[in-house]
């Protein structure tokens, strides 16, 4: 199948069109797939639920709001916010021990760094090892060893393998083909506190993301799923029957996201029809235009 092409048309004219390519695996074999399921990109934040597997592991006093906020990328909503203050009080640690920047658009804090709850949890899980907090970010690190390590079992690939970048926040991202993420995700609840984090994202996907972020929208529409965007026009998703699905625009583009998801999710029986079309508004509130499959 080719890949999906969305197309974001005003007054009828063409402005712009995103191709995206999508994989679904289902027990080891790719069960749908449009365009190239080999097509290779960093996970970026889609990575994060598989982060917050070692964490889950190594800290029995953890709950759930700690592993959804740990999971995130979040909005910094006065819920979030609060939850990783909670994290990072557990760690224990505190907000200077968190190796971020300030984040653009955002209040000049750490904390409001939509990884800062990935970080949080990155910092209780170096407590519990007796790993140095100081350092943490740096691919040398144990954590970030770990972290690969956590990624090659969860995608059934070699580590040495895959290779490794720094994130927008600082620490290691990791790169996979399409395929072996949909794989990943498919494996999730089976892998070493996979069950945890899953519960905690299903039981909080508010967190997760926050008011309009697609994978909030995603877990409370679809009961069962569990859904994880990244940066660069990539999102993962687990489904309730174990599928795994990756999803990326090729130009980067998220907003290409809920026509090509409603489209590809169809031929998995799932119905997300409500955003075939998804409206562009302007600065006024006025739909202007829409985004759907091109025909």
């Given at each position: 199948m080719d890949?999906?092409?969305v197309a974001a048309r005003r007054n009828g004219v063409v402005e712009a069109i995103h191709r995206v390519h999508a994989v679904a695996v289902r027990d080891g074999?790719?069960?749908a797939e449009a365009g190239d399921g080999s097509f290779t990109c960093y996970l970026r934040s889609s990575s994060k639920p598989l982060q917050a597997l070692p964490l889950a592991l190594a800290r029995d006093d953890l709950d759930d709001l700690d592993l959804a906020i740990a999971s995130a990328s979040h909005r910094a909503t006065d819920d979030q916010l609060a939850a990783v203050r909670a994290l990072l009080a557990k760690a224990p640690a505190t907000e200077e021990d968190l190796e971020l920047g300030l984040q653009e658009g955002r209040p000049p804090t750490k904390l409001h760094h939509n990884c800062s709850g990935k970080h949080a949890g990155m910092l209780a899980l170096c407590v519990a090892r007796g790993w140095p907090l100081r350092g943490y970010v740096e691919a040398e690190h144990p954590l970030q060893r770990e972290l690969?390590?956590?990624h090659a079992?969860?995608?059934?690939?070699e580590p040495d393998e895959i290779p490794v970048a720094r994130d927008g926040c600082g620490v290691s991202t990791f790169a996979l083909p399409l395929e072996r993420m949909a794989h990943a995700f498919a494996r999730f609840e089976s892998l070493p506190g996979g069950m945890r984090v899953a519960a905690a994202m299903r039981a909080h996907p508010e967190l997760v993301g926050g008011p309009g972020a697609?994978?909030?929208?995603?877990m409370e529409?679809?009961?069962g799923w569990v859904a994880k965007g990244g940066a660069?026009?990539?999102?993962c998703l687990r489904a309730a029957d174990g599928t795994g699905i990756a999803l990326k625009t090729e130009d980067g583009s998220p907003r290409a996201h809920r026509p090509a998801l409603a489209a590809f999710l169809r031929l998995l029986e799932t119905?997300?029809?409500?955003?075939?079309t998804v409206p562009i508004e302007n600065s006024r509130g006025e739909a202007v235009g829409e985004l759907s499959l091109l025909s």
């Open positions: 890949p999906l092409v074999a790719v069960v690969l390590r956590v079992e969860a995608a059934e690939a697609i994978d909030t929208e995603l529409a679809l009961p660069e026009g990539l999102i119905d997300l029809s409500r955003w075939d």
